[in-house]
């Protein structure tokens, strides 16, 4: 044996381990979250994916905030507790506007949550949940994803927001002029609200 094949067999040594390495993770990128997934496949396997969502592809959010073209950042851990319940471990971010309830101005709003979620094969059985898990419905073994990161999303919104009274155009006219800053509030149908409570009815 002489020295060159010898470092060819630790050159492939070494790339063998590198590329069978389960910790390995590439480089972060801005990947789309996947549409469908089959979720009780993936925490049978721990899997845990990473990725991002068009706000503009949730129409209940546009109903709430408007067509705004924001990307929420998403990441999901599914795996099986010791009862072996399937769940999914998740977080989400997006930076968003939502209006200034004093001026009705759009103002800046980051959001930012995360959720457990226990799957279910239905209804009756999300009532035997730990109560540590919120249901979600797998039905045939796959799981849209976009509206489980839209149900999230909208529990996050907040209910009002208020600009800093120094960054508000009610405040500040206010101390000048009173009645000329109402007449310069544009018209805004969107109502936060609305959404919200018919979340609490269901
Ligand atoms: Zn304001």
Redesign the pocket.
Known sequence: MNAGNLKGIICNNSFDTFTDNPYYCAPMSTTRLPKTVEPYRLAASGEHLEGSVTLSAMPRIVDVIGRQEVECHVVMTFDLDEQRQHYIEGSLAADVEMP?Q??L?P?PVHLESTFLLGMVTSDALAATLPARYEPVLVEDEHLDLLPVVEDELLLTLPQVV??DEA?????RDSLQSGDEAEQETPARADNPFSVLRSLKDH
């Open positions: 200034c004093r001026c101005q103002m208020y600009h960054d508000c155009a009610v405040s």
